[in-house]
Nanobody
């Protein structure tokens, strides 16, 4: 599976962005899809994950209620809608995929087999 993340950019605090993660090589409808981020000087942080075939989505505490993960099966693409952005959301955002994670392991980046290249999100105050 190859993943291509896009949609990052510069936005003011309170604004919105939608990130895209286009997959190729495999149909990802049954995969666990995750979003992670890494800010300068900080460790990678779990943002969101979903397994629609399993009927669950999962969000990190810092983004719950503001971010939403979704998909378009026809485009083999996963999205991360980010609303009410804050300066502390500034980071490189990565999408990841795995064919068989359980929900309790979906927050662990090391569990994912496939990663995209990252897209930079900068939120100005």
């Amino acid at each position: 599976v190859q993943l291509q993340a896009s949609g990052g950019g510069l936005v003011q605090a309170g604004g919105s962005l939608r990130l895209s993660c286009a997959a190729s090589g495999r149909v990802i409808s049954n995969y666990v899809m995750g979003w992670f981020r890494q800010a300068p000087g900080k460790e990678r942080e779990f943002v969101a994950a979903a397994r629609w075939s399993g009927g669950w989505t999962y969000y990190g505490d810092s983004v719950s209620g503001r971010f939403a993960i979704s998909r378009d099966n026809a485009k083999n693409t996963v999205y991360l809608q980010m609303n009410n952005l804050k300066p502390e959301d500034t980071a490189i955002y990565y999408c990841a995929a795995d064919p068989g994670l359980i929900r309790s392991r979906a927050t662990e980046g090391k569990e994912y087999d496939y990663w995209g290249q990252g897209t930079l999100v900068t939120v100005s105050s």
